[in-house]
């Protein structure tokens, strides 16, 4: 177990819709990262937040949308959603250790369902 | 830009034989470099990492050595297991706080 927690394991939606992907981060974690996991693209870095600002983006479509919260939980957001949007999404958040070296931890994942 | 190759597979051993999959990588400077793990309907575990040239990572008998010279980063295991019937991803990290670069991932499967 990891300590980060994402909510919901299985979501099964329609085209069209929008769903919210809850992550909550190790204690003590101040940077959250989401990344997407789908066959033809891999694993993929879409976007990572800094104690609430945002500090990188990667590939994230337009329609996609991500927030943290002043508790330090993010929320990802999927809008306008299509069927290549089915995939395998992680949250991570990251520590730097004893050593000057950070460590991504990774959640469990959400896995996306478009029909 | 930064990327990571690695032997994609399908590898299928039988157990305890011995287990390399390589690994190199793309990158300017100095990055981490990580193997992480998938079990099946899992998410992802750190397996092992090595932050600077000629450090060995090692883990449940898991072992890969940063070569700068040859920008490899090589995954080894004496005696696989069931087990360890996973996908192993490679990965680099630039500099602290920043994205994963993941390599395609490696599918291992080890039978009795």
């Known amino acids: 177990d990891s300590g980060v927690t994402q909510t919901p394991k299985h979501l099964i939606t329609a085209t069209g819709q929008r769903v919210t992907l809850r992550c909550s981060p190790r204690s003590g974690d101040l940077s959250v990262y989401w990344y997407q996991q789908s066959l033809d693209q891999g694993l993929q870095f879409l976007i990572q937040y800094y104690n609430g600002e945002e500090r990188a983006k990667g590939n994230i479509l337009e329609r996609f949308s991500a927030q943290q919260f002043p508790d330090l939980h993010s929320e990802l957001n999927l809008s306008s959603l299509e069927l290549g949007d089915s995939a395998l999404y992680f949250c991570?958040?990251?520590?730097?250790?004893?050593?000057?070296?950070?460590?991504?931890?990774f959640g469990p994942g959400t896995r996306l369902l478009v029909l | 830009g930064d990327s990571v190759t690695q032997m994609e597979g399908p590898v299928t051993l039988s157990e305890e034989a011995f287990l390399t999959i390589n690994c190199t990588y793309t990158?300017?400077?100095?990055?981490?470099l990580f193997w992480y793990v998938q079990y099946p309907g899992e998410g992802l575990q750190l397996l092992l990492k090595a932050t600077k040239a000629d450090d060995k990572g090692s883990n449940k008998g898991f072992e890969a050595t940063y070569r700068k010279e040859t920008t490899s980063f090589h995954l080894e295991k004496g005696s696989v297991q069931v087990s360890d019937s996973a996908v192993y991803f490679c990965a680099l990290r630039k500099t602290s706080y920043d994205k994963v670069i993941f390599g395609p991932g490696t599918s291992l499967s080890v039978i009795p």
């Open positions: 990158a300017t400077g100095y990055p981490s």
């Open positions: 991570a958040s990251s520590v730097v250790g004893s050593g000057g070296g950070e460590t991504q931890y």
